[in-house]
């Protein structure tokens, strides 16, 4: 019996990996002391909750949120007038008007020049004339150029928009001018309305104040004009200046305006925001004080809102507290969280050491396991302590189906039940939240429990959602709650449903091929006729093919008569044998002709060929990058059995000499799971079955007992964990629908004789 040391030596990694863990999840936890005091509304009161010293009432988040969004709105937005800015804008404008008229002055000379050039194109002085034309029309080129740089917004060709033409209404620069008064008018009143340079609706104080350099007046906020309802305002007052619809200088005034009208209210960020924040540090976060020794809550008694209030007024308190704690209290207090979360983190190791060694074993696996652990448990902080999100949107449901898949159901459940929790326990003893978790987690694992098809992460959703449904209005009923109170858990429990199951499948490809795990959906893959391997099979090694298929045919029978994975079992049957491809007409089921290749060889050269069909499988499952728990078929379906048939005949051409039997049997290893123990099984029973001339149930029947004992007796199952319960139920019963006989039945197509049967045959003969 190996000792303590030994063992600890053997585990040091998984040992790490555990210590680490435990050490990381305790760090997410509180002070146990919070948890006494953690209760939810409507719960009832285990026992009087007496305040231990003085500590402040606070408001709840909505109240407290209410007081700060008043006192927002309490402090008036601060705002700048700037008379400059409107100087600049007036000046701008002005200055528009003069380009304008320098403009209109060029084409009008233009016009003028191009008319002496017309009607002195025969005289002496067209040359001059030209060249004054030629000024001209590089003077107002000039002067164009200038325009569309400095106004580009007003610089397009609109045809009848165009302030330059010389022509009614602008047939005069007095016309121009009583235009330019009427929009600086207008611009004026609006300035003197005052136009803020924000938005009115993203102003959400209930006054605004606006700093003139004497004493600020306060104005509502829809007494003030953004830069839009300025507009508005501007194109209604022009309108009501040029009554006639006809009229251009509707349309080309708002063109104009719209170019120069600049808020004259500028606002005060900075000043604002620091009064507001000011306002915000004043508003009280408590609402009262419980005072020592003051009963908050008494046994049996419901806990109202009130009263919920105050017990997480108090957990609050008593966190300040424990972080003011130094030294020696600080350690005790993180040992008990420590050993705490190491309890409930036993719950699911224990059983993965006892029932599940294998897998405790491979250290890279428990790594994934304290990994989903950590990773669920850190969300658990992050979303209802740091985000401060519902509960119900962890995700413990992804770990169930991701345990399940990669693992089985009763990994999955397991280790459901101790996420759950350690969940529950860390946001607060919450029974209600532990109990629906590992309720919908369940339901999910059942779901995926047996993955065939990507299909089924549909009807898991569907599975999931109708699960939330029915523990949410359980334990309305149960608390005396009404619909629009479990709505909203609802909601969020449907969100989780709707998206666990998709991130699963997500997580599935990427947890594979990180740390080397085969799930069934890969399985599946493996199965399909048109997998290159297999292909070469059927090519090369027919025989060999359709041996592979009946001994995946019994396999997954025996392996659904034990539970064992059945899925896995036929694809370890379909590739077991592909070495014998590499010399296939050495092997009895790939002969089609009287010629056996064995008849000019030694005994021991005809099994060394017949064994090294492992080794050579090998090789090809590594080159076709068969997965680990497949190509482990190949060595272990032989184990280290011998070929009897060779070891037979060497043993009659000894003459009494010793025969060394190594040399006949298999390199091994032995089976070492219940997959590859059925398919030992499987195999050799195809093959004597094969053999037997006639068959019926009872000779069948008679030679599975033979190689079940043969291969007890052999030791050849000693390191897998089939029972002889199992064995039994492997074998299956003559007119029964599970394990071998029946499917050997259908096979070689026997039917059951019953005594009746026989008394009313032996009738009809006589």
Same mark, same amino acid.
């Given at each position: 019996?190996?000792?303590a040391?030994?063992v600890?030596?053997?585990?040091?990694r998984?040992?790490?990996?555990?210590?680490?863990?435990?050490i990381?999840?305790?760090?997410?936890?509180? &002070?146990?002391?919070?948890?006494q005091?953690?209760?939810?509304?409507?719960?009832?009161?285990r026992e009087?909750?007496?305040a231990?010293?003085n500590?402040?009432?606070?408001k709840?988040?909505?109240?407290?949120?209410?007081?700060?969004d008043?006192?927002l709105?309490?402090?008036p937005y601060?705002?700048?007038?700037?008379?400059v800015?409107?100087?600049?804008?007036?000046a701008a404008l002005?200055?528009?008007?003069?380009?304008?008229?320098?403009?209109?002055?060029?084409?009008?000379?233009?016009e /003028?020049?191009?008319e002496?050039?017309y009607?002195y194109?025969h005289?002496?002085?067209?040359?001059?004339v030209r060249?004054?034309?030629?000024a001209?029309?590089?003077t107002?080129?000039?002067?164009?150029?200038?325009?569309n740089?400095?106004?580009p917004a007003?610089s397009?060709?609109?045809?009848r928009f165009?302030?330059f033409?010389?022509?009614?209404?602008?047939?005069?620069?007095?016309?121009?001018?009583?235009?330019?008064?009427?929009?600086?008018?207008?611009c004026?009143?609006?300035?003197?309305?005052?136009?803020?340079?924000?938005?009115?609706?993203?102003?959400n104080?209930?006054?605004?104040?606006i700093d003139?350099?004497?004493? %600020?007046i306060l104005? /509502?906020?829809?007494?003030l004009n953004?830069?839009?309802?300025?507009?508005?305002?501007?194109?209604?007052?022009?309108?009501?200046?040029?009554?006639?619809?006809?009229?251009?200088?509707?349309e080309?005034?708002?063109i104009?305006?719209?170019?120069?009208? /600049?808020?004259n209210i500028?606002?005060?960020k900075?000043?604002?925001?620091?009064?507001?924040?000011?306002?915000?540090?004043r508003?009280?976060r *408590?609402q009262g004080?419980?005072l020592q020794?003051e009963?908050?809550?008494?046994?049996? &008694?419901?806990?109202?809102?009130d009263?919920?209030?105050?017990?997480?007024?108090?957990?609050i308190a008593?966190?300040k507290?424990?972080?003011?704690e130094?030294?020696?209290e600080?350690?005790?207090s993180?040992?008990?969280?420590?050993?705490?979360?190491?309890?409930?983190?036993?719950f699911?190791?224990?059983?993965?050491?006892?029932?599940?060694?294998?897998?405790?074993?491979?250290w890279k696996l428990?790594?994934?396991?304290?990994?989903?652990f950590?990773?669920i448990?850190?969300?658990?902080?992050?979303f209802?302590?740091?985000?401060e999100?519902?509960e119900?949107?962890?995700?413990?449901?992804?770990a169930?189906?991701?345990?399940?898949i990669?693992?089985?159901?009763?990994?999955?459940?397991?280790?459901?039940?101790?996420?759950a929790?350690?969940?529950?326990?860390?946001?607060?003893n919450?029974?209600?939240?532990?109990?629906?978790?590992i309720?919908i987690s369940?339901v999910?694992m059942?779901?995926?429990?047996?993955?065939?098809t990507?299909?089924?992460?549909?009807?898991?959703i569907?599975?999931?959602?109708?699960a939330?449904?029915?523990v949410?209005i359980?334990?309305?009923l149960?608390?005396g709650h009404?619909?629009?109170?479990?709505?909203?858990?609802?909601?969020?429990?449907?969100v989780?449903?709707l998206?666990?199951?998709?991130?699963?499948?997500?997580l599935?490809g990427?947890?594979?091929?990180?740390f080397?795990?085969?799930?069934?959906l890969?399985?599946?893959?493996?199965?399909?006729?048109n997998?290159?391997?297999? /292909?070469?099979m059927?090519?090369?090694?027919?025989?060999?093919?359709?041996h592979?298929?009946?001994?995946?045919?019994?396999a997954e029978?025996?392996?659904?008569?034990?539970?064992?994975?059945?899925?896995?079992?036929?694809v370890?049957?379909y590739y077991?044998?592909?070495?014998?491809?590499?010399?296939p007409?050495?092997f009895?089921?790939?002969l089609?002709?009287g010629?056996?290749?064995h008849?000019?060889l030694?005994?021991?050269?005809?099994a060394?060929?017949?064994? *090294?069909?492992?080794?050579?499988?090998?090789k090809?499952?590594e @080159?076709?990058?068969l997965?680990k728990?497949?190509s482990?078929?190949?060595?272990?379906?032989?184990?280290?059995t011998?070929?009897?048939?060779?070891?037979?005949?060497a043993?009659e051409?000894?003459?009494?000499?010793v025969?060394?039997?190594?040399?006949?049997?298999?390199p091994?290893?032995?089976?070492?799971?219940?997959?590859?123990g059925?398919?030992?099984?499987?195999?050799?029973?195809?093959?004597?079955?094969?053999s037997?001339?006639?068959?019926?149930?009872?000779?069948?029947?008679e030679?599975l007992?033979?190689i079940?004992?043969h291969?007890?007796e052999?030791? &050849?199952?000693?390191?897998?964990?089939l029972?002889?319960?199992?064995?039994?139920?492997?074998k299956? @019963?003559?007119?029964?629908?599970?394990?071998?006989? %029946?499917?050997?039945r259908?096979?070689?197509?026997?039917?059951?004789?019953?005594?009746?049967e026989q008394?009313?045959?032996a009738k009809?003969?006589?």
């Open positions: 019996m190996a000792s040391k030994d600890l030596k053997q585990n040091a998984q040992i790490t990996v555990l210590t680490a863990l435990v990381i999840v305790s760090l997410f936890f509180h &002070q146990g002391r919070i948890l005091y953690s209760y939810q509304v409507d719960d009832i009161a009087p909750v007496i231990p010293f500590f402040p009432i606070l709840t988040e909505e109240k407290l949120q209410t007081d700060l008043e006192a709105r309490s402090e601060l705002f700048q007038r700037n008379q800015a409107v100087n600049e804008q007036a002005q200055e528009y008007f003069l380009m304008v008229k320098e403009i209109r002055s060029a084409m009008v000379q233009l /003028k020049t191009k002496l050039l009607r194109r005289d002496e002085k067209y040359e001059e060249s004054m034309y030629q001209d029309s590089a107002l080129a000039v002067l164009q150029n200038q325009y740089g400095d106004y007003l397009g060709d609109n045809g165009s302030i033409n010389v022509q009614e209404p602008f047939e005069v620069d007095r016309e121009i001018d009583s235009f330019r008064d009427d929009l600086l008018q207008v004026r009143n609006r300035w003197a309305e005052g136009i803020i340079d924000i938005q009115t609706a993203g102003i104080s209930y006054d605004v104040s003139q350099g004497d004493i %600020p104005l /509502k906020p829809e007494e953004d830069l839009n309802n300025a507009w508005t305002r501007s194109k209604m007052e022009i309108n009501s200046l040029y009554i006639d619809e006809t009229d251009i200088r509707r080309l005034g708002y104009i305006l719209v170019e120069f009208m /600049k808020p500028i606002y005060d900075e000043t604002t925001e620091r009064r507001q924040q000011n306002r915000l540090d508003v009280p *408590n004080i419980m020794d009963m908050i809550v008494d046994a049996n &008694q419901r806990i109202t809102p009263i919920y209030q105050k017990l997480s007024s108090l957990s008593i966190t507290q424990n972080k003011r130094k030294g020696w600080q350690v005790i993180y040992l008990g969280r420590l050993m705490m979360v190491a309890v409930v983190i036993s699911f190791f224990t059983f993965l050491l006892t029932y599940r060694s294998y897998i405790f074993n491979e428990v790594l994934l396991i304290a990994l989903i950590a990773i448990i850190s969300l658990t902080d992050l209802v302590f740091r985000f999100l519902s119900y949107l962890i995700p413990i449901s992804i169930a189906m991701l345990l399940t990669l693992f089985d159901a009763r990994i999955g459940f397991m280790g459901t039940i101790s996420i929790l350690l969940s529950g326990i860390l946001i607060g919450d029974l209600e939240f532990i109990v629906t978790m309720f369940s999910a059942y779901m995926v429990r047996r993955l065939r990507r299909s089924q992460f549909i009807t898991t569907l599975g999931m959602i109708a939330s449904l029915f949410v359980a334990h309305g149960y608390k009404v619909w629009p109170d479990m709505q909203l858990d609802l909601v969020y429990l449907m989780t449903s998206f666990t199951p998709l991130i699963t499948y997500g599935i990427i947890v594979e091929v990180t080397g795990l085969t799930t069934d890969t399985l599946l893959e493996l199965l399909d006729f997998h290159p391997l297999l /292909k070469r059927q090519r090369d090694a027919n025989g060999t093919f359709s592979s298929i009946v001994v995946g045919n019994l029978a025996s392996a659904d008569a034990i539970d064992a994975r059945a899925l896995l079992c036929r370890g049957a077991h044998d592909t070495g014998k491809m590499v010399r007409e050495y009895i089921e790939n089609y002709s010629e056996n290749k008849d000019g030694t005994e021991a050269m005809s060394k060929i017949i064994r *090294n069909h492992v080794s050579e499988g090998l090809l499952a @080159e076709y990058g997965p728990i497949v482990d078929f190949i060595p272990m379906h032989h184990g280290t011998r070929v009897e048939y060779f070891y037979r005949k043993l051409k000894s003459n009494g000499k025969v060394d039997d190594q040399v006949f049997r298999y091994g290893p032995k089976p070492n799971s219940k997959e590859t059925i398919l030992m099984l499987c195999e050799a029973v195809e093959a004597a079955v094969r037997i001339k006639e068959p019926d149930v009872f000779k069948i029947e030679m007992d033979k079940f004992k291969r007890l052999e030791g &050849q199952l000693d390191e897998c964990p029972t002889i319960d199992d064995l039994r139920k492997i299956g @019963e003559i007119d029964g629908q599970t394990g071998m006989l %029946p499917v050997l259908g096979i070689y197509h026997i039917r059951i004789e019953y005594p009746e008394q009313a045959e009809v003969e006589a």
